[in-house]
């Protein structure tokens, strides 16, 4: 047993270079290499987080543009159909107030026509009884004539 316990003391004895090596190698890479990587990883996860923290807020901005956009052509909207819609009551009210304009022309040119007519027909039957006498005067005399 004893020769056990000094063949381990000389191993120990023996590895103690290597474990002091094995020691600086862990440092070192820790400082030299593990550091710089954890502090570029924190880095750009930060800069990641960072990234999609804008690009909520830029969607966010977008859709809140979006919709005070849509909002605003609503609204232009209604105002242009506002303005039709009284574009077309006045051209109906224009319309109705000429057409009632030409009847009450056709109403007056009518009532003059009929008066000429009137007067005319008057004269054609005045005349008419005028040379229906002669004619009858005319014709009297041609069958008085043939019968003398």
């Known amino acids: 047993m004893e020769q056990t316990l000094q063949a ?8 103690i270079p290597t474990i002091i090596l094995l020691l600086f190698l862990w440092f070192f890479l820790k400082t030299a290499l ?3 990587l954890a502090k570029m990883r924190g880095q750009r ?16 901005e977008a859709d809140r543009k979006t919709g005070e ?36 022309m056709a109403a007056v040119k009518i009532q003059k026509n009929k008066a000429e ?6 004269a054609a039957r005045a005349s008419l ?14 069958v008085l004539q043939r019968r003398a």
């Open 129 to 142: 009884g005028d040379q229906a006498s002669a004619l009858a005067d005319q014709i009297t005399s041609a």
């Open 45 to 60: 996860d930060g800069l990641t987080k960072g990234a999609r923290k804008t690009a909520r807020h830029s969607l966010e």
């Open 117 to 122: 007519i009137a007067t005319d027909v008057a």
């Open 8 to 15: 381990l003391s000389g191993i120990l004895l023996k590895s």
């Open 69 to 104: 956009f849509e909002g605003k052509l609503r609204d232009a909207r209604n105002e242009v159909y506002k303005e039709q819609e009284e574009m077309r009551k006045q051209w109906l009210s224009d319309q109705t107030g000429q057409v009632a304009s030409a009847r009450e």
């Open 34 to 36: 593990f550091g710089p």
